[in-house]
């Protein structure tokens, strides 16, 4: 099975701006979750989806926004860009453990974005 | 909540030393636990998982085990080779919270020739 795929894997914008990332999770995988890594904070959780609803949302402002689709892609998307939000995007998308009813999350190689 | 506690990094060994980072975790329940690596420039890579109690999981020469009763999954591996070198997290899934997998903050690994 192909992992999952994430795009730009690159981008660099200016402040104020507004950007959309995309990712495209396992086949059969429906939830998808983002997340922010920084070298200060370390890996934050932003929201995941499931079957195109937001199930759960980390402690992020307004700016930062998702959506799902039918097929399980999904995109966020982050408005007004302040230099804070450079940083490594991460996708991970989930497998739900049989047994336990647990999560298996799988990443993608992430976007990596600059804010000047 | 959940949480995951790590040792702090940096950890730098020479090549073929006896590698340990400890992970501790708080969780209502019985959560699944892991351990991702994270390589240069990558996204983090699944290493290996334990779903329930005395569970060793193991990969690439890493091991891990799950202990209930002292809240821990530390990592270990016998020899460390430079290839080795990289950022671990430790991470559970499961128990109470809101959030699909809970992580540690990474323990950056560094190992010399």
């Known amino acids: 099975k192909a992992g999952v795929t994430q795009t730009p894997r690159y981008l660099i914008k200016t402040r104020g701006q507004q950007v959309t990332l995309s990712c495209s999770p396992i086949s059969g995988h429906r939830s998808v979750s983002w997340y922010q890594q920084t070298p200060g904070q370390g890996l934050q959780f932003l929201f995941e989806?499931?079957?195109?609803?937001?199930?759960n949302k980390g402690n992020f402002p307004g700016r930062f926004s998702g959506r799902q689709f039918s097929n399980s892609r999904s995109e966020m998307n982050v408005s007004t860009l302040e230099l804070g939000d450079s940083a490594l995007y991460l996708c991970?998308?989930?497998?739900?453990?049989?047994?336990?009813?647990?999560?298996?999350?799988?990443f993608g190689p992430g976007t990596r974005l600059t804010v000047t | 909540g959940n949480s995951v506690t790590q040792m702090e990094g940096p950890v730098t060994l020479s090549e073929e030393a006896f590698l340990t980072i400890n992970c501790t975790y708080t969780?209502?329940?019985?959560?699944?636990l892991f351990w991702y690596v994270q390589y240069p420039g990558e996204g983090l890579q699944l290493l290996l998982k334990?779903?329930?109690?005395?569970d060793k999981g193991s990969n690439k020469g890493f091991e891990a085990t799950y202990r209930k009763e002292t809240t821990s999954f530390h990592l270990e591996k016998g020899s460390v080779q430079v290839s080795d070198s990289a950022v671990y997290f430790c991470a559970l899934s499961g128990g109470s919270g809101n959030t699909p997998l809970v992580f540690g903050k990474g323990t950056r690994l560094s190992v010399i020739a």
């Open positions: 991970a998308s989930s497998l739900v453990l049989q047994r336990t009813g647990h999560y298996e999350q799988y």
């Open positions: 334990a779903t329930k109690a005395d």
């Open positions: 989806y499931f079957s195109e609803t937001q199930r």
């Open positions: 969780a209502t329940g019985y959560p699944s």
